[in-house]
């Protein structure tokens, strides 16, 4: 979150004047802190089409959200674990007991998605990891896992490779700060 604006007023005084001529009294600066406020007003859509878009969109980000949250927690518990120097059958191991406990809440779930959901999913879990899903599943399935993942992608019209840029996804991103996601700390690092 961006620091709170800073205002400064300065008032002036006047000088005084006295017998013994003229007394200067310095400025006085005086110091606010006001917090950080979002205007938020109504939006106004070309035509009915972009607005029923634009509420779809917000449809299917809801939709695929619970899995959005569950992705970013393992990915990022992966992750930690892994870079702790696990490593050989262990590390095999849990890798396999991570992805089995995942594939039984979500499958049959995750299979139901449509295809723009689906892409909204890999969209989502790059932006809240910082990662894109090509490295992901390469680092914890291997690099021939990911080229076959990529491979499926991209006969459907998805690179798993393509980070996640906030700023080609308006509408994407004023829906996930509406829904009280803001972008992770890492992009304002990276600008």
Do not use: C
Request: aromatic share 8%; glycine share 6%.
């Amino acid at each position: 979150m961006k620091p709170a604006l800073l205002f400064l007023i300065a008032l002036s005084t006047a000088a005084s004047v006295r017998a013994q001529g003229v007394v200067a009294v310095p400025d006085t600066a005086i110091l606010w802190r006001i917090p950080e406020t979002e205007v938020k007003s109504t939006q106004l859509w070309d035509n009915d089409t972009s607005r029923y878009r634009y509420n779809q969109l917000k449809h299917y980000v809801k939709t695929v959200l619970p899995y959005v949250v569950a992705a970013t927690a393992t990915v990022n518990e992966v992750s930690t674990k892994l870079g702790s120097g696990v490593r050989g059958a262990e590390r095999r191991r849990y890798l396999a007991s991570r992805d089995r406990a995942l594939r039984s809440e979500f499958e049959d779930r995750v299979k139901n998605l449509n295809t723009t959901q689906g892409v909204l999913l890999i969209k989502l879990i790059s932006r809240q990891t910082g990662a894109n899903l090509y490295d992901i599943i390469s680092e914890t399935k291997g690099g021939l896992t990911a080229v076959k993942w990529q491979a499926w992608a991209r006969l459907h019209g998805i690179n798993l490779s393509r980070p996640y840029d906030p700023s080609a996804e308006p509408q994407l991103e004023r829906i996930m700060r509406s829904l009280g996601y803001e972008l992770p700390a890492f992009y304002a690092q990276a600008e």
